[in-house]
């Protein structure tokens, strides 16, 4: 994570979006009245959001995570994808 102030973020903007997309950095651009603002690339707000989803249901997400469980513990079954072709 990187912290910069309002004025070095916008001198140097193209370097914090790319350090965003290229090394997946969040970047905190801090203002001195407060209300802080993130820079982060658009797959890892993607992911994020994804993962918030997820996480919504509690059923659904324990479901997940016992499947996780029963693949590490060589419990998983290969299965074939039917099509309707």
Partial sequence: MIAVNYTNARENFKKYCDAAVQDFETVIVTRKQGENV??????????????????????????????????????????????DE
């Fill in 38 to 83: 993130v820079i982060m690339s658009e797959a890892e707000y993607n992911n994020l959001l994804e993962n918030l989803y997820v996480r919504s249901s509690k059923k659904d997400y324990q479901m997940l995570l016992d499947s996780i469980d029963q693949l590490k513990k060589g419990k998983g079954k290969s299965r074939e994808l039917v099509t």
